[in-house]
Nanobody, 118 residues
Framework: QVQLVESGGGLVQAGGSLRLSCAAS????????MGWYRQAPGKQRELVAA???????NYADSVKGRFTISRDNAKNTAYLQMNSLKPEDTAVYYC????????????WGQGTQVTVSS
């Protein structure tokens, strides 16, 4: 079992920045990739960014150049630095953790609201 706790969401004006954190606990020795997804009202959940255990990253085209994902393996925490925020970035952001064992479904955090005002 892995527990994920997100923090750092909030209300920010367009052009501003926020930093999300996702702290993992439990069976953290089995962690592989971690990622951030988001879901806006009336839309499907979509991948924002992901980072492998080795540090390789990938991003949605809509956030490339503005968002940066990182992880501190010593703290078992993943981060999402969001700069130049736009109103269309408004969504609930969810942390995701994939385990080394592919037969185990990924874990999800409870979500944190990010609202960008114009």
């Amino acid at each position: 079992q892995v527990q994920l706790v997100e923090s750092g969401g909030g209300l920010v004006q367009a052009g501003g920045s926020l930093r999300l954190s996702c702290a993992a606990s439990g069976s953290i020795f089995s962690l592989n990739a971690m990622g951030w997804y988001r879901q806006a009202p009336g839309k499907q959940r979509e991948l924002v960014a992901a980072i492998s255990s080795g540090g390789s990253t990938n991003y949605a085209d809509s956030v490339k150049g503005r968002f940066t994902i990182s992880r501190d393996n010593a703290k078992n925490t993943a981060y999402l630095q969001m700069n130049s925020l736009k109103p269309e970035d408004t969504a609930v952001y969810y942390c995701n953790a994939v385990l080394i064992d592919p037969t185990i479904s990924p874990y999800w955090g409870q979500g944190t609201q990010v609202t960008v005002s114009s």
